[in-house]
């Protein structure tokens, strides 16, 4: 640990940045295409790009510190675990109740988003605590552990435990997580009462089931960065940025991992308001443009806006008073970060009613997106694809065929005719924005 140099790592779904501050205050930075079948390669194979350029090696490593949008990708993208909930007799549906806001006020048929726990895999134990913890109904230990085999029937890889006032006494979560794990070891499994030991039943509950659905995505890339870490030779602390802004070490990141949903996006703004310091701009809007999401936020007075009321997914991340009920509710310190799920490489396609959509799905580092050139049929990132096409006209011709039948087949041909500027010919600035009279 007697290293001088700190490295910090940036982890998108399609490029990860690793930056390196020596003690002299010198900063070298690097960029290189994300790694999504194991994430935590990429920021190795950074930092030894960025060790070799400098002369160093592993033992002048004294921190490693990392921020990721891995969490909050895996849930707008809906990839998280398959997830159960195991909640108080008659409670099963809290997830589906919510509250009654609703984020479009003129939209009466407006459909709130699918609970990241299917109703078919929430599960009800008999059990009964009052508000002030006391025990009304005993734990049924015989039911639980029938419900632990039907669970391994099942194949859940991760189980969220929520009671009904189990803030004020766990003792029925902590016996219920005890029995589930002599059955499934290998299972991800979180109480309530350790996750957000408050009241309010839906957000605990809501909050419980977004830190089990991201568990085993945020636990294997974890465990995977600290032994390819350790195999490189590189012994320094290993540090995590929360979505707070601050870094925690990861240890206590793998217990909770619901603390760095928005972890990426809240480095991001973090560094924006100390540069705008140093050049003498306390009031600022940042705006962090990624591969799958795009992410906004307010700096005033030189200070970053908190909350601990924010709600992610659903295709947007927010905290709005006004907008709520589009998201899973998440009630952990949070930097205020309003994200949309459409980035510089979201996947386009036609919806069953023949409407062009962008996102949330992205084409991240692989394949990448159309840009590229890397001749994938399906048709991937819209905005890059007309970006290239248009600054870089002649190489239209030039492109993997593939990649021009992709573009005409699955984008073109499925439009209406006055939208389908692409189909016969190269784009151009034209073609791609015709003058409408």
Not at 40 to 68: F, K, M, N, W, Y
Not at 98 to 105: C, D, K
Request: aromatic share 6%.
């Amino acid at each position: 640990m007697g290293g001088t140099l700190r490295v910090a790592a940036d982890v998108g779904g399609t490029f990860t940045d690793i930056a390196c501050l020596s003690a002299d205050g010198e900063l070298s930075t690097c960029k290189i295409p994300s790694t999504p079948n194991d994430y935590a390669r990429a920021i190795i194979e950074g930092i030894q790009t960025l060790t070799r350029s400098l002369g160093s090696g592993p033992d002048d490593l004294a921190e490693v510190s990392h921020a990721s949008t891995v969490a909050t990708n895996t849930i707008l993208e809906g990839k998280g675990a398959n997830t159960a909930l195991v909640t108080t007799e008659g409670f099963r549906d809290v997830l589906e109740l919510r509250r009654i806001r609703v984020p479009r006020l003129y939209e009466p048929l407006y459909e709130k988003p699918a609970p990241l726990v299917p109703r078919r895999r929430r599960y009800e134990v008999r059990e009964r605590l009052d508000s002030t913890g006391k025990v009304v109904e005993p734990l049924d230990e015989t039911q639980v552990r029938e419900l632990a085999l039907v669970l391994a029937d099942a194949g859940v890889e991760a189980v969220a435990i929520s009671f009904l006032h189990a803030y004020a006494n766990p003792a029925h979560e902590r016996r219920v997580a005890e029995l589930l794990r002599a059955t499934l070891p290998s299972c991800f499994i979180c109480v309530s009462s350790e996750v957000l030991p408050e009241i309010r039943e839906y957000e605990r509950t809501s909050t419980t089931v977004v830190n089990a659905y991201i568990g085993p995505v945020v636990s294997h890339y974890l465990h995977s960065l600290r032994e390819r870490l350790a195999d490189s030779g590189i012994r320094a602390r290993l540090l995590m940025m929360q979505s707070s802004g601050g870094t925690m070490d990861v240890q206590q990141v793998l217990a909770r991992p619901a603390i760095v949903v928005e972890s990426g996006p809240a480095a991001g703004v973090i560094g924006a308001a100390r540069l705008g310091a140093r050049a003498g701009h306390e009031s600022l809007i940042t705006f962090d443009m990624g591969g799958t999401t795009a992410k906004a936020s307010l700096i005033d007075a030189g200070r970053v806006v908190a909350t601990d009321e924010y709600e992610v997914g659903g295709g947007i991340s927010l905290s709005s008073r006004l907008a709520k009920g589009g998201g899973y509710a998440l009630k952990l310190p949070v930097i205020d970060v309003s994200e949309v799920g459409a980035g510089g490489g979201s996947i386009v396609r036609i919806d069953s009613g023949g409407a062009l959509k962008v996102g949330p799905d992205s084409a991240g580092a692989v394949p990448g997106p159309a840009c590229y050139a890397r001749g994938e049929q399906r048709l991937r990132s819209l905005t890059q694809t007309w970006f290239w096409a248009i600054s870089i006209r002649r190489r239209w011709r030039a492109a993997p065929c593939r990649l021009r039948a992709s573009v005409r087949e699955r984008l073109c041909k499925p439009l209406p005719r006055d939208l389908g500027w692409i189909y016969s010919r190269p784009p151009t600035a034209s073609t791609v924005w015709p003058t409408r009279r």
